[in-house]
C-alpha cells in the first residue's frame, strides 16, 4: 500500500491535482520577474535621488536579481533603439521613391483637388477652399474630429475634476492641495494693466478669425484657440472669482451641448439631403460676402465656441480641478 | 546633390523627426518626454503633410481676384487633413497629461517604470 | 434610394448625438439613452444585413451633396451589417451585465460620463466598421483610443490609471504609424476615399510604380494596427488594461475594440491596398508567423498567471494571435475563418469577463484564482457561463469556438506551406488552452475547504448580470449552432469587399 501511495505522490495525476489546487506551480521560479523588496526600499529611502539615477542605485543595492532586471532593461533599450533606427531607415529609403517635393505633376495634384479649386466657389460658396474642403466636402470627419475634442474633454473631467460633494476625505485633500491661489501674487498690476490691453483685443481678434473663416485664413478651430487664450489671460490676471461670474461648468456644459447638437443636426440634414438626392435649400449667398457660404459661418461659430470653452475647460481643470 | 534624399529633403526632415518622436515616445522613461516625443511625432506627420501639399511657385488656396484655376493654387487637401490632425493631437495630449498628472499626485514621480513598480507594490500590500 | 440605406448613418450620428446629449443628464439617464441607443443601432443594423442578403450587393452612402473621389462615404454590406449587429449585442449585454459594478466603481458625479464613454465608443466602432474613407477611419481610430482610455481610467482605483498611461502609449504609436501610413498613401495614390485609392493602386501596381512606398505602407499600416489591437509582441499593455478596468469596460475593450481595428485592417486590406498585392508582399507571412507566436506564447503566459481576470486577459492574447494567423493563410477560407473567430471570441471573452465577475462577487472580491473554490456553486449561472465561455475557448463541439477551430484547420489545408505549422501550433495552443481553462473550470466546482476559514460570504449576484450571462450563453450557442447561415454570410460579405 506504502508503495502505491509513493507513487501517486509521484504521480501527475497528484502534480495536477496540486497544481489545480494552486499548492504548487509547475514553472516556478521562472518566468516572473519579481522586483526584490530591498529595491523597492531603497527607492523609497532615497526618494527623487532613487528616481534620478535609478541604473547606479540598482547596481549598489542587489547582486542578483537587480542585475538581471538591468541587463534585462539594457537589452530592451538596444532592442528598441535598434528598432527605431530601422523604422527611420525604412522610411527614408521609401522617401527615396516618393514623388519629388513641390511638382505639380505628383499623383495627389489630381481632379480631387481640381474640382475642390475650380468648382469649390460655387459649390460651397467659401472663398477659402480649405474652409470650403473640411466643412463641406469632408464634414464627416470634422465632425469626427469636434467629438474627439469632446470626448477628450471628457477624459480631463473624469481624471481631474475633484467633486467635494461626495464628501471623502481623499477628494477634500486633493482640492485643497489643487488650490494653488494662495501661493500667486494677488492683484498683479503689470499683469492686470497688461491684461485691460490685451484682452478685449485678443478677443476681439478671436471672433473676427471665426467669422471670416471662409473669407480669409483662419476658421473655427484657430479662433476658438485665440478665443480661449483670451480668457486664460483674464483668468490669470484677474483670478477665478471674476471668471466664476460668468463661465461656470454649467455654462460650459450648455453652450459645448448646443453648439455640438447645432453642429450635429445641421450636418445631419446636409448629410440625409445629400445622400437621398434632395436639394439642400441653403442658400449660399454672394462668395465674398460675411453672410455667405451656407452653413459653414454657423457651423464655424459653433467650433469656434465648443474650441474656446474646451481650452478654458482644460486650464481650468488642470489649474485647480473645477471650473 | 541629386540623390532623390536631398530633392526631398522636407520629406527626409519631417521622417527624421518621426523616428525621433517614435523613439522617445517609446523609449523614455520620463512621462513628459514621452509626450514631447508623441507630438514630435504628430508635427512631423503634419510636417510631411504639409510639405505634400505643395506646389511650386503657386498660392494659397484661397480665391483671389477670381482666379479659378487649378494651376494657380497649391493642393488644398493636405491642409485640411493637417487641420484635422493638429485638433486630434490636441486632444490626445491633453488627456496624456491629465493622465500624468493624477499619476504623479499618486505615485510621486514620473518615471513610468518607477510607477509601475510602485503600483505592483501597492497592490500587493 | 430606400430608408433602410440611410440605417448605417442614422446608427453613427445617433449614437455620437446621444454621447453629446448625455453630458448634461444625470447618471441613471445617460444610462438609460445608452441602453436604448445601443438597442436601436443594433435594429438598425440588423436591417442593413437583412438588406444586403436581400439586394445581394453593397451600397455606398454619400455624406454631403458630393459623389465618390471628392466628399465622404461610407458603405454597407452584408458583413458590415453583420458585425455591427454583433457587436451591438455584445456591448449591450456587456453593458448590461456590469450595470451594477459600473455604478460602484464610478464615482456618483462622473457616471454620465462613463456612459458618453460607451455612446462615443459605439459610435466610433459603427463607423470603423462602416468606413469608406481612410481619413475618417484615422479620426475614428482616435475617438476609439480615447474612449477606450477613458473607460478603462474611470475606474480610478488600483492599477487601471497606470494601466490606462500604458495603453495610451501604446494606442499612439499604432496610431502614429497608421497616420504616416495613410499620409505615404495618399502621395503615392492622391485619394483618400477607398474606392477611387484601390483604383490607383491597381494603376500604379500594373506600371510596376512605387513598388518600395507600397511595400512600406502596407507594412506600416499593418504594424500601427496590429499594436493597437495588441498583437502577440506588442501585447504587454493588455493584461493590465483588461485585468483592472470596470467589467464592462473588460468586456468591452477585449471583445470589440480589438476587433474593430482587425475589421479596419481587413477592409482596408480587401479595399484599398487590394488582397492579391498584400499576399504577394509576403506582409501576410509576417502576421502569420506573429499571429503563431502569438497563439502559443499568450497562453503560456495565461498558464502562469495567478489572478482569473488577466488570465483571461493573456488568453485575449492567444485569440488575436488565432484571428491574424487567419489572416496570414492568406487564403479566403482563412479570412472567413479569421471573421467568424473575431466574432466567436467577441462573444466569448466578454462572456467570460462578465461571468468571472459573478463569480468574484460571491467569493469575497480577490485576485487569487484560489479564492473561487466552490464559487461555481454559490453563483450556479455565472459558474454555467464561465464553463461554457471556457469550453467554446478550448473548442468543445455545439459552440461557436469549436466552429472557428474547424473552419482554421479546414483552411489550413487548403494553404500547402503553411498547413503543417497551423495545424501544429493549433494542436498545442488547444491543449494549453485547456491546460487553464480547465483548471479553472475545476476549481470553480471543487468543494471549498471550510477549515481555511475562506468560504466568503454568499453575497447575492444581480440579476442583471446573470440576464446578460443568460443572453451571452445563448449567442454563444447560435454562434455554433447556426455557423452555417453566418459562414455563409460572412463570405458573401467579403465577395462584395472586391
Same mark, same amino acid.
Given at each position: 500500500m506504502s508503495r502505491q501511495r509513493d507513487d501517486y505522490e509521484k504521480s501527475w495525476w497528484y502534480r495536477f491535482r496540486k497544481w489545480v489546487d494552486g499548492e504548487?506551480?509547475?514553472? #516556478?521560479?521562472?518566468m516572473e520577474i519579481r522586483v526584490p523588496d530591498e529595491m523597492l526600499a531603497a527607492m523609497d529611502g532615497e526618494g527623487q535621488d532613487a528616481a534620478r539615477h535609478p541604473a547606479e542605485n540598482k547596481e549598489h543595492t542587489f547582486s542578483y536579481d537587480g542585475r538581471g532586471i538591468r541587463y534585462f532593461r539594457r537589452f530592451y533599450q538596444v532592442m528598441s533603439v535598434l528598432l527605431c533606427l530601422s523604422i527611420i531607415f525604412v522610411l527614408l529609403w521609401t522617401v527615396a521613391y516618393l514623388p519629388a517635393f513641390g511638382n505639380a505633376g505628383n499623383p495627389d495634384n489630381n481632379e480631387v483637388s481640381a474640382r475642390y479649386i475650380e468648382r469649390g466657389l460655387q459649390e460651397t460658396?467659401?472663398?477659402n477652399i480649405v474652409t470650403g474642403m473640411i466643412l463641406d466636402y469632408r464634414a464627416f470627419d470634422t465632425f469626427g474630429e469636434s467629438c474627439v475634442l469632446f470626448i477628450a474633454s471628457c477624459c480631463v473631467l473624469v481624471l481631474l475634476r475633484i467633486d467635494a460633494a461626495d464628501g471623502n476625505e481623499q477628494a477634500r485633500k486633493r482640492l485643497e492641495e489643487a488650490n494653488d491661489r494662495l501661493f500667486e501674487p494677488k492683484n498683479d498690476v503689470i499683469l492686470q494693466k497688461c491684461a485691460c490691453v490685451l484682452v478685449p483685443l485678443i478677443l476681439v481678434f478671436g471672433i473676427y478669425i471665426v467669422l471670416n473663416g471662409h473669407l480669409s485664413p483662419g476658421g473655427g478651430f484657430s479662433g476658438g484657440a485665440v478665443l480661449g487664450s483670451g480668457l486664460i489671460l483674464y483668468l490669470n490676471a484677474f483670478g477665478f472669482g471674476k471668471t466664476e461670474r460668468f463661465f461656470t461648468e454649467k455654462v460650459y456644459r450648455r453652450l459645448t451641448l448646443s453648439a455640438l447638437t447645432f453642429y450635429c443636426l445641421a450636418k445631419s440634414y446636409s448629410f440625409f439631403t445629400g445622400a437621398n438626392h434632395m436639394e439642400s435649400g441653403i442658400p449660399l449667398g454672394m462668395p465674398g460676402r460675411i453672410l455667405s457660404s451656407g452653413l459653414i459661418l454657423p457651423l464655424n461659430i459653433c467650433v469656434g465656441l465648443v474650441v474656446a470653452c474646451t481650452m478654458y475647460a482644460f486650464y481650468a481643470l488642470f489649474r485647480k480641478g473645477g471650473m | 546633390m541629386d540623390t532623390p534624399l536631398f530633392v526631398n529633403m522636407e520629406e527626409t526632415v519631417s521622417i527624421i523627426l518621426f523616428g525621433i518622436g517614435f523613439t522617445m515616445l517609446m523609449l523614455h522613461r520620463n512621462l513628459i518626454k514621452k509626450i514631447l516625443g508623441m507630438n514630435i511625432m504628430d508635427t512631423a506627420v503634419y510636417l510631411f503633410l504639409a510639405v505634400k501639399g505643395y506646389i511650386n511657385g503657386r498660392m494659397v488656396p484661397i480665391v483671389t481676384n477670381q482666379i479659378q484655376d487649378a494651376s494657380a493654387y497649391i493642393n488644398p487637401v493636405p491642409s485640411g487633413l493637417v487641420l484635422t490632425g493638429i485638433v486630434v493631437s490636441v486632444s490626445t495630449t491633453a488627456l496624456m497629461l491629465a493622465l500624468t498628472i493624477r499619476l504623479y499626485e499618486r505615485y510621486g514621480s514620473l518615471d513610468l517604470d518607477e510607477i509601475l513598480m510602485r503600483a505592483k507594490e501597492e497592490e500587493r500590500t | 434610394m430606400s430608408m433602410v440605406q440611410n440605417f448605417p448613418f442614422f446608427s453613427i450620428i445617433l449614437a455620437m448625438f446621444s454621447g453629446i446629449a448625455s453630458s448634461v443628464l444625470d447618471g441613471k439617464r445617460a444610462k438609460h439613452l445608452s441602453l436604448c441607443v445601443i438597442a436601436v443601432t443594433t435594429g438598425m443594423s440588423a436591417a442593413v444585413l437583412r438588406f444586403c442578403m436581400k439586394t445581394g450587393e453593397s451600397y455606398t452612402y454619400m455624406m454631403g451633396h458630393f459623389p465618390a473621389p471628392w466628399g465622404n462615404e461610407i458603405r454597407a454590406g452584408a458583413l458590415e451589417g453583420l458585425t455591427a449587429t454583433l457587436f451591438g449585442l455584445v456591448m449591450f449585454f456587456s453593458v448590461v451585465g456590469g450595470m451594477e459594478h459600473t455604478a460602484a466603481d464610478v464615482e456618483g458625479s462622473k457616471q454620465n460620463l462613463f456612459y458618453i464613454m460607451i455612446d462615443l465608443m459605439l459610435s466610433s466602432l459603427l463607423a470603423l466598421i462602416y468606413t469608406n474613407d481612410l481619413f475618417t477611419a484615422y479620426v475614428f481610430v482616435e475617438i476609439n483610443t480615447i474612449a477606450g482610455c477613458g473607460l478603462i481610467m474611470?475606474?480610478?482605483?488600483?492599477r487601471s490609471l497606470s494601466a490606462a498611461i500604458r495603453y495610451m502609449i501604446m494606442s499612439q504609436l499604432g496610431s502614429g504609424l497608421f497616420l504616416i501610413g495613410l499620409s505615404l498613401l495618399y502621395d503615392v495614390t492622391g485619394h483618400l476615399l477607398m474606392t477611387p485609392a484601390k483604383e490607383a493602386v491597381a494603376v500604379i501596381e500594373a506600371a510596376g510604380l512605387y513598388a518600395v512606398p507600397m511595400l512600406v505602407i502596407m507594412a506600416v499600416v499593418s504594424v500601427g494596427l496590429a499594436i493597437k489591437s495588441g498583437l502577440y509582441p506588442f501585447h504587454y499593455w493588455i493584461p493590465d488594461t483588461y485585468g483592472y478596468a470596470t467589467p464592462t469596460a473588460s468586456a468591452i475593450l477585449s471583445g470589440l475594440v480589438s476587433k474593430g481595428y482587425i475589421f479596419l485592417l481587413i477592409k482596408i486590406f480587401y479595399r484599398v491596398l487590394g488582397r492579391e498585392n498584400v499576399i504577394a508582399s509576403e506582409i501576410v507571412n509576417v502576421l502569420f508567423v506573429f499571429g503563431l507566436a502569438g497563439m502559443l506564447m499568450g497562453s503560456v503566459h495565461a498558464i502562469l498567471e495567478k489572478d482569473t481576470r488577466r488570465m483571461i486577459a493573456y488568453s485575449s492574447v492567444a485569440q488575436i494571435g488565432y484571428i491574424y494567423m487567419g489572416i496570414g493563410l492568406g487564403t479566403q477560407a482563412g479570412m472567413v475563418a479569421a471573421v467568424f473567430h473575431m466574432f466567436t471570441h467577441s462573444a466569448t471573452k466578454a462572456l467570460l469577463f462578465i461571468s468571472a465577475v459573478g463569480l468574484y462577487e460571491v467569493s469575497? #472580491? &480577490?485576485? #487569487?484564482?484560489?479564492?473561487? &473554490?466552490g464559487a461555481g456553486y454559490r453563483n450556479p449561472l455565472a459558474g454555467i457561463g464561465f464553463t461554457v465561455g471556457s469550453l467554446s475557448m478550448v473548442g468543445f463541439?455545439?459552440?461557436?469556438g469549436f466552429i472557428s477551430k474547424l473552419l482554421f484547420a479546414t483552411s489550413a489545408l487548403q494553404s500547402p506551406h503553411k498547413m503543417l505549422p497551423t495545424v501544429i501550433a493549433l494542436a498545442i495552443s488547444t491543449i494549453l488552452n485547456a491546460v487553464y481553462f480547465l483548471r479553472l473550470v475545476i476549481t470553480l466546482y471543487s468543494i471549498p475547504e471550510t477549515s481555511r476559514g475562506q468560504a466568503a460570504s454568499p453575497g447575492k449576484s444581480n440579476w442583471k448580470l446573470q440576464l446578460s450571462v443568460v443572453c451571452f450563453i445563448l449567442l454563444n450557442l447560435t454562434l455554433g449552432l447556426y455557423s452555417q447561415p453566418i459562414v455563409e454570410w460572412i463570405g458573401s460579405g467579403l465577395a462584395m469587399f472586391d
Open positions: 504548487m506551480d509547475l514553472l #516556478d521560479e521562472g460658396g467659401a472663398v | - | 474611470i475606474r480610478q482605483k488600483g469575497g #472580491d &480577490r485576485k #487569487d484564482f484560489r479564492s473561487l &473554490r463541439p455545439m459552440l461557436s
